[in-house]
C-alpha cells in the first residue's frame, strides 16, 4: 500500500471528471498545453491507465464482464491506482509538478457504486491515495454523452450502457461528491476550458508555483 500524506504534496493536483463523452481528456490536454505554455511544469495522467492492471480492465469492457466479479473490478480499478500514484503521482506531486488527472476515485465511487458497491466504502478503500486539490465534473445527460461517444465511433460500451450510464449519473449528483466544480459539458469547449482555467491559476499562487 502506498505510504502517503498530503502534506509531502509540493506540486497541485487537478482532477477532471465526468461521464464518457464529456470531454475530459480534451479538457485535461488543453489544462496541461496551457499550463506548460504558461511555463510550468504540467503532466497529464489518465486512470485506468496503459499499465498491466489498467490493460485488464480494458479487456473487461471490451468482452464484457462475463465471469469477472464486482469485487475483481474493483480490485484491478484499486491496483491500478495503486501503481499510478507509487509510479507516477506520488513521484510527480513530490516534485512540485502540476498533475491533469483525467478520472479517479470519484469515477470508482460512481462506476462502482452503480454497480451496487457501497459508495463510502469506496471512498474508504482510496483514502490512503493522493487527494486532489480540486476537481471539476464536465456535467454532461448520459444520453447526450453517450451519443458522442457513439459519433466518435462508439469506444468503451463494455461499460457505457446507458442504464448503468444513468446511474452513474445519479451517483455522481448524489451525497460524497459535493466537493466537486460542475460546469456545463455542452458549453462552448474554448469556454469550458477558459472556467477550468480561471479556477486554477490562482491555485497555482497559493502553492508557490506561480
Ligand atoms: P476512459 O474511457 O475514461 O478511459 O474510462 C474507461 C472506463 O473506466 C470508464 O467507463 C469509466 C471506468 N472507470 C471505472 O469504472 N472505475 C474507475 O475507478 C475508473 C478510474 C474508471
Not at 497529464?44 to 469477472?68: F, M, S
Request: hydrophobic residues 40%; aromatic residues 8%; neutral net charge.
Amino acid at each position: 500500500m502506498c505510504a502517503w500524506n498530503d502534506d509531502q504534496k509540493k506540486g497541485l493536483f487537478v482532477l477532471i471528471e465526468g461521464l464518457d463523452g464529456a470531454g475530459k481528456s480534451t479538457q485535461a490536454r488543453k489544462l496541461v498545453d496551457r499550463l506548460r505554455g504558461a511555463g510550468r511544469d504540467a503532466i497529464y495522467l489518465r486512470e485506468p491507465t496503459n499499465g498491466p492492471w489498467g490493460q485488464k480492465i480494458r479487456q473487461i469492457a471490451v468482452h464484457g464482464r462475463d465471469g469477472v466479479t464486482r469485487e475483481e473490478e474493483l480490485s484491478c480499478f484499486i491496483n491500478d491506482r495503486e501503481e499510478d500514484s507509487r509510479q507516477n503521482i506520488i513521484p510527480a506531486l513530490t516534485a512540485g509538478k502540476i498533475v491533469v488527472m483525467d478520472r479517479y476515485i470519484p469515477s470508482n465511487m460512481a462506476y462502482q457504486g452503480a454497480l451496487g458497491f457501497d459508495v463510502k466504502v469506496i471512498a474508504e478503500k482510496n483514502r490512503h491515495f493522493p487527494q486532489p486539490d480540486i476537481i471539476f465534473f464536465l456535467d454532461i445527460k448520459p444520453e447526450e454523452g453517450l451519443k458522442r461517444v457513439e459519433d466518435r465511433g462508439g469506444a468503451n460500451l463494455g461499460f457505457e450502457k446507458i442504464e448503468f450510464l444513468k446511474e452513474v449519473y445519479r451517483i455522481f449528483n448524489g451525497p460524497g461528491f459535493e466537493m466537486m466544480i460542475r460546469l456545463d459539458a455542452t458549453q462552448g469547449m474554448e469556454t469550458v476550458g477558459d472556467q477550468i482555467w480561471n479556477r486554477v491559476s490562482p491555485l497555482l499562487g497559493k502553492r508557490g508555483l506561480a
